[in-house]
């Protein structure tokens, strides 16, 4: 990402997005973290120590024993400069439940096949994430638009991890305002949607050219 665009670097006491501009490029990175571990068929165990698991599956690689497991996952952007880690946002689920095939074995202990759980899924996993970077809960933009009464939001460019846009529009068909939700930081696009939300940062050309708005 180039310098003078906005990242998030966390949230305050409220749960509003912190951010701040960038003075120069950084490496945006976006990380998807399992938060609640679940199984699929019998129980199942977490911990190496009840290992070897009668009732998992042996699975193609040298006889080990693997497990099935659900995982709700959420996902976070970390940014870096040279120097190393600059900031982190806070992170959202994707409302995307994803199968794992865990492995194990004396030396590594719990492992994800990727291999395997990519043909679990049916789909490559990190595609999958990538895809639900703008499944997102932008609390602040819903609220808006509730108070607004009979308003439609909608992603009107969905360029995944560059970022998304958002419309407000009124039932009689008028902009109601345009946002774009990138690098975890909700920006306003146009005059209508930054006099419904005056404190939300304006969009740099840059970042408007990378979601196609």
């Known amino acids: 990402m180039s310098a003078g665009e906005y990242i998030a670097t966390g949230q305050d006491a409220s749960g509003a997005v912190i951010s701040q501009r960038t003075g120069v490029p950084l490496h945006a990175e976006l990380l998807a973290a399992a938060t609640i571990l679940g199984y ?85 996993l990190a595609a999958g994430l990538a895809q639900t970077v703008c499944n997102v809960d932008v609390s602040e933009l819903s609220t808006a638009a509730q108070q607004q009464g009979d308003t439609l939001l909608s992603a009107v460019h969905d360029s995944r991890v560059e970022g998304c846009e958002f419309a407000l529009q009124t039932a009689q068909g ?26 939300l940062p304006v969009a740099p050309a840059s970042e408007l050219a990378a979601v196609g708005a």
């Open 40 to 124: 699929v068929g019998d129980a199942f165990c977490a911990d190496p120590g009840c290992v070897p698991l009668s009732n998992a599956a042996t699975g193609p690689g040298g006889g080990q024993p693997e497990w099935v497991a659900a995982a709700d996952v959420r996902l976070h952007w970390q940014f870096t400069s040279r120097s190393g880690v600059v900031a982190d946002s806070a992170s959202w689920d994707t409302q995307l439940p994803a199968s794992l095939l865990l492995a194990y074995d004396a030396q590594q202990g719990w492992t994800v096949d990727q291999r395997g759980s990519q043909q679990l899924a049916g789909f490559d």
């Open 174 to 199: 008028t902009n109601a305002g345009h946002f774009i939700w990138r690098f975890g930081v909700l920006l306003a696009v146009d005059g209508p949607a930054h006099a419904l939300l005056p404190a």
